[in-house]
């Protein structure tokens, strides 16, 4: 487990098996950040900046709350009663594996196959009370970068299809948490994960929202593009109140979705989104839904509008350049009447 001094960025690409509550057990004293399950298993491998294994890590760990197995853990993970009996507590568990993490020195980023382990681990820290600063801020989910690379938007890939279709050849039992680290770690490896960190932001699925409604499909729009301002997808009501809305100003947030903020006099927020995609006969066809506007998805707008019109500046000085390269010298070295002169 001894890990190097390299220089470069290293990855930690790790997994985690949880317990489950019973579904007819009552749990009174189970913080509400456990619920979604109480890690029982870490492991994980070390990549340098090259991609190659610097080391592995593997730790079981007792539970406090759920002790007894779930079926569905027991028949996925085959974890005993006694196997979960012979862990070390979770405050221990973790320490180790933050240590563990920050050995070599300089920075690291954290991969993990899906979304889940992220919200796993973030819950479980703060149902022991336990300091996450170790944790970056942000766990890329590895299968996000795949499933995009790939140009999936809609299903998504299991880890095991992602390692083959990369050619890494491994024969090793599922649902062990170093197992799934180290199929986890070959797919980190063949990917250029470098610029998956970079778009991350444009491959992710924004903020979360929910009570998505009126829903709106149109189809036949020759670009992206056209379908902005067709009258059915521009024009909605406001969530609260139902007041008539028309949106004028969409905000790309990837290559296939655009977004809006739009407020009503009454000063309610909705949140729009619309997503094309292309569809056999090369036209596009859109849909758009209207969620109501929380603060996380205002300030994820105002952040991509922000970035659009950083670009839209850049374009335009890019032009007015290339006016003034066009026009010989830049009109405002001297006025008309100095050029005539010479
Ligand atoms: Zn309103």
Redesign the pocket.
Known sequence: MDIPNTPGRRAVVFDMEWNQPLPWKQYPHVPKSLMPGEIIQIGAVMLDAAGKSMGEFSISVRPKYFRQVHWKVKKLTHISEADMLDGVPFPEAVQRFGEWCRTGGGDFDMFAWGGEDERVLCGNLEAWGLDPAWVPRQIYDLRLIFDSFRGRTETSTSLTDAAAALGCDLDLEQHDSLNDARYAAAVCAATDIRRGVEEYEELGPGPALSGGEQRRYETGFAEPGDGLYHPRLCSCV??????ALRCRAWVPQNKDRQIAVLK?????GAFLRVRFSRRPNGLYSALRLVYGLTEEAESFYQKKLQKQQESLRRLKKLKEKAKAARQGEPEAKGGPGETQES
């Open positions: 406001c969530p609260v109140c139902g007041e009503c006099s009454r000063g309610h």
